[in-house]
């Protein structure tokens, strides 16, 4: 069983910066692919990025490519999503999740384990 607890959501301008941090229970955390997704308001969960166990694959949607980074720390247990340039469709819940593969993937229905969520707000 994986525990995944996000955090540094919050309100920001358009243009601005964020950093989400998802901290994962258990010991074993290097062994899991990990991903990041959203939904907002009205809308379907949405894939935004992903990263193998080791770090060394990543995989964006195209809607956030060049302007948000993945990436995992696993001697800390936490995976990081680092928004920049940030615009008001950013809007939303934003989830980590945990899927046992160590490949990473977009597919929602791969993910074992999935967190609270935390709000973005972008302003415009």
């Known amino acids: 069983q994986v525990q995944l607890v996000e955090s540094g959501g919050g309100l920001v301008q358009a243009g601005g910066s964020l950093r989400l941090s998802c901290a994962a229970s258990?010991?074993?955390?290097?062994?899991?692919?990990m991903g990041w997704f959203r939904q907002a308001p009205g809308k379907e969960r949405e894939f935004v990025a992903a990263?193998?166990?080791?770090?060394?694959?990543?995989y964006f949607a195209d809607s956030v490519k060049g302007r948000f980074t993945i990436s995992r720390d696993n001697a800390k247990n936490t995976v990081y999503l680092q928004m920049n340039s940030l615009k008001p469709e950013d809007t939303a819940v934003y989830y980590c999740a945990a899927d046992r593969r160590l490949a990473p993937t977009r597919l929602i229905l791969e993910y074992d384990y999935w967190g609270q969520g935390t709000q973005v707000t972008v302003s415009s």
């Open positions: 990263i193998s166990g080791s770090g060394g694959y990543r």
């Open positions: 258990g010991r074993t955390f290097s062994s899991y692919s």
